[in-house]
């Protein structure tokens, strides 16, 4: 039985490694005395058919002979004889093949599926020019394509334009800032210490206003709007995209900055100082 | 000398292989009971071990296969001899060998540091 096992394992060898050493690999065999020599024989012999197949594969088949060349023929050596086997080619394109399928497919799925990020868009130019033609409320076409909000998905960038009776985001975009559900009660006494007139880095002036109770926004450019509190300090300009507008109270319990988020609004303020 | 050196150092299994052929040809079962001898039983040789390392020596020349010998019982056996380019191979690694042996002795033999 141990002796067609040997067989067998000593058949399953590299070609040329069988063709060269099987018949003495047998005569080896046949000399062992007792099952458990032959035993170990059995086991080198498997160590030796991994060995074989995994490590040395440049003994796989017969290497060509170099035949001298005769005088005045040019003679060419083969530095390297190794050649993989067909199999293993079939092997590697069917590898090569599903690699590129599956990188083929998340590529496309995450073309299909892109992940929206807004693009926060610079303000460019001159500040002062653009504060006057604010103040004018002169809209040129620069401006009005500068207004269109902007996505990327870390490679395209996306022009989402509002349309009338659609949201004014994506589906896929979850909302940035929190909709005012239940109205926050702020007494009118900390409603008109956040009145006043704020400025911002470029110069640009932003004016709140508390008229019966509730608070207003006026930004240069931009409609007026109200603002609903979320909280004692943040409260939300529906007009203004449902920008968020947060005041920061100083130690004498008056706002002396505001900040407005959302949109292509973001802008920090300080308050103006009564001469 | 020098393409020698290339094959240095040897493993235990292909110094031992070399060495037994160094002797005179044998065949595998022949290398495997020298190897044997020589490593007094504490080195034993498996035929798959054997057969990779004759490979190996084969195609770097180091050894020759002789053939079968019609005066041998088994015609299945093969006899391989050392060439010439392998005693070449075997007497520089013995030499590196004797060199390692001879550092060896004069390290042990120097005096311990005594202790203070």
């Known amino acids: ?275 | 000398m020098k393409e020698a050196l290339d094959f240095s150092p040897l493993s235990p299994a292909t110094l031992h292989i070399l060495l037994s052929l160094a002797g005179g040809d044998l065949h595998g079962y022949g290398i495997m009971q020298e190897v044997a001898r020589q490593s007094q039983g504490q080195y034993k040789l498996g035929p798959g071990t054997l057969y990779d390392n004759l490979q190996k020596l084969l195609a770097r020349g180091l050894v020759e296969q002789v053939g079968h010998r019609p005066d041998d019982e088994d015609p299945r056996r093969r006899y391989y001899r050392l060439s010439v380019r392998g005693r070449a191979v075997l007497s520089a690694e013995v030499s590196r060998l004797e060199e390692v042996v001879r550092e060896a002795k004069l390290r042990l033999q120097m005096p311990k540091p005594r202790r203070a």
Not at chain 1, 115 to 121: D, Y
């Open chain 1, 1 to 275: 039985m141990l002796a067609k096992i040997y067989r067998a394992i000593v058949c399953l060898h590299p070609p040329y490694f069988r063709q060269r050493f099987a018949e003495e690999l047998l005569s080896i065999f046949d000399e062992a005395q007792g099952a458990l020599g032959r035993g170990r024989l059995v086991a080198d012999a498997c160590f030796s058919l991994l060995r074989q197949w995994i490590l040395r594969s440049e003994f796989w088949h017969e290497s060509v002979a170099v035949v001298p060349a005769g005088d005045g023929v040019p003679a060419f050596h083969m530095l390297e004889n190794f050649r993989p086997r067909p199999a293993a080619l079939v092997d590697g394109a069917l590898l090569s093949a599903v690699v590129f399928t599956l990188v083929c497919l998340v590529m496309g799925y995450a073309w299909n599926h892109p992940v929206l990020i807004r693009i926060v868009q610079p303000h460019w130019g001159d500040s002062a020019k653009r504060q006057s033609h604010l103040k004018a409320g002169i809209r040129n076409q620069s401006t009005d394509v500068a207004d269109v909000p902007l996505y990327t998905d870390q490679g395209r960038v996306f022009l989402v334009f509002k349309r009338p009776g659609a949201t004014s985001q994506p589906a896929s975009i979850p909302a940035e800032r929190p909709q005012p559900t239940v109205p926050v009660s702020v007494p009118e006494q900390v409603l008109r210490s956040y009145t006043g007139t704020y400025v911002a880095e470029e110069q640009v002036t932003v004016s709140v206003s508390e008229t019966d109770g509730q608070l207003a926004i006026e930004v240069p450019g931009q409609p007026r709007s109200p603002l609903v509190p979320l909280s004692q300090t943040k409260f939300v300009a529906p007009a203004l995209s449902n920008s968020t507008v947060e005041f920061s109270v100083g130690n004498n319990g008056i706002a002396d900055r505001l900040d407005l988020q959302g949109g292509a609004l973001r802008l920090t303020a300080r308050r103006q100082r009564d001469h």
